[in-house]
């Protein structure tokens, strides 16, 4: 809601999520793909939730504060 990036930002988070844990649940650890699309499922609603109580600003608020930090890293005044 408060800005394009932090929209663009939450869908690629939420579209390639699934997508990577497929590829280290099914691929990489050879599990079964019924187990990993459950798995998707609760480590997706898990982080919803954590990301709306935890940092309610979103990633746009996340990728600003670390940038700042990053900005003034060696000499932080």
Same mark, same amino acid.
């Given at each position: 809601?408060?800005?394009?990036?932090?929209?663009?930002?939450?869908? %690629?988070? &939420?579209? @390639?999520?699934? $997508?990577?844990?497929? +590829?280290?649940?099914?691929?990489?650890?050879?599990?079964?793909?019924?187990?990993? %699309?459950? &798995?998707? @499922?609760?480590? $997706?609603?898990?982080? +919803?939730?954590?990301?709306?109580?935890?940092?309610?600003?979103?990633?746009?608020?996340?990728?600003?504060?670390?940038?700042?930090?990053?900005?003034?890293?060696?000499?932080?005044?």
């Amino acid at each position: 809601m408060g800005s394009i990036f932090g929209s663009f930002a939450g869908a %690629a988070f &939420l579209v @390639l999520l699934p $997508v990577v844990l497929k +590829i280290v649940g099914v691929d990489w650890l050879g599990w079964p793909t019924d187990i990993v %699309a459950h &798995l998707q @499922l609760v480590i $997706v609603g898990g982080l +919803i939730i954590v990301f709306l109580i935890a940092e309610p600003h979103g990633l746009a608020q996340l990728w600003r504060v670390a940038k700042e930090k990053l900005r003034l890293w060696p000499f932080p005044h």
